[in-house]
C-alpha cells in the first residue's frame, strides 16, 4: 500500500487506535465494522509497515509534581556536526525535556519541558540548561493552557 494511502477500514483503525491504544481487538473490530481476525490482521499489518510505531500511556503532569510546561526557544553558538551531536545527546538525557525540534527560522531548536513552578525552572535552567555547552541565547514561554494535544495528524483519504 502506497505511503499515506489507507482504506476506510485502516483510517478507522489509526483513528480509534488514537483515541485509545488499549481497546481490545474485539472492541475495536466492533466499532470499525469488521470481524476480529480482519481487525488483527490489519493492526498488525499497520504496526509492521510502521504506521503505527508504538503504544504508551499519558500521564498527567500535574499528578507527577510537574504541571507547568515551558516551551524554550535555543540558538546555538555553532552548526557544526560536533555541537549539534552533543546537544542532541544533552538533551536525550534530561529527564525535563519531553520533546525537542530542530527548526527554521530564527532559533535552532524548540524543546518543551515539564517544570515545578518558576523555581522548578530556575532549577532546570540554572542547574541543567545553562550547562549544556554550545548554547548562545534562549528565550521561554510558559504554557498557560493547553487547547488540543494530539499525537498525530490523518490527512483526508
Known sequence: MA????DQFDR???LALAEDGRIS???LAQKIGLSPSPCWQRVRRLEKEGVISGYRAILDQEKLGAPEVVMIEVVLDRHDDEILEAFGTTMERIPEVLEVHLT?????YLIK???N???GYEEFLRRKLYRVPGIRHTRSSFVLR???NVQAF????
Request: hydrophobic residues 30%; neutral net charge; without cysteine.
Open 3 to 6: 505511503e499515506g494511502s489507507f
Open 12 to 14: 478507522k483503525i489509526l
Open 25 to 27: 481487538n474485539s472492541q
Open 104 to 108: 527554521t527560522g530564527e532559533y535552532d
Open 113 to 115: 519541558v515539564a517544570v
Open 117 to 119: 513552578g518558576t523555581r
Open 146 to 148: 493547553s487547547l488540543k
Open 154 to 157: 490523518l490527512p483526508p483519504g
